[in-house]
């Protein structure tokens, strides 16, 4: 069973940078996509950026459009989460998700993201 770890998290001051990146443990076959979630507390889930395998289309939800950029390395089973100009409602456990053609998804343990002054 392939296991994702997410890190790069932390506190962080308004308008500031983090890093996030998702490791897999091994190769997940059929892999269609990976995307980053957040869940903040009293809130639901909610997706924040996916990226497809084949030909690395990506999405954003709205409010981290021209801040946040999502990526991949294929060779290193790693994906990445660059946040810029971080704001408070950006504070959130961030998940890393990673889904096969055949509907089956990967989740890791998330990682904390506080942005405060």
């Known amino acids: 069973q392939v296991q994702l770890v997410e890190s790069g998290g932390g506190l962080v001051q308004p308008g500031g940078s983090l890093r996030l990146s998702c490791s897999a443990s091994?190769?997940?076959?059929?892999?269609?996509?990976m995307a980053w979630y957040r869940q903040a507390p009293g809130k639901q889930r909610e997706l924040v950026a996916h990226i497809f395998t084949d030909d690395g289309r990506t999405y954003y939800t709205e409010s981290v459009k021209g801040r946040f950029t999502i990526s991949r390395d294929n060779a290193k089973n790693t994906g990445y989460l660059q946040m810029n100009s971080l704001k408070p409602e950006d504070t959130a456990v961030y998940y890393c998700n990673k889904m096969r053609r055949d509907g089956v998804d990967y989740w890791g343990q998330g990682t904390q993201v506080t942005v405060s002054s």
């Open positions: 091994g190769t997940i076959s059929g892999l269609y996509g």
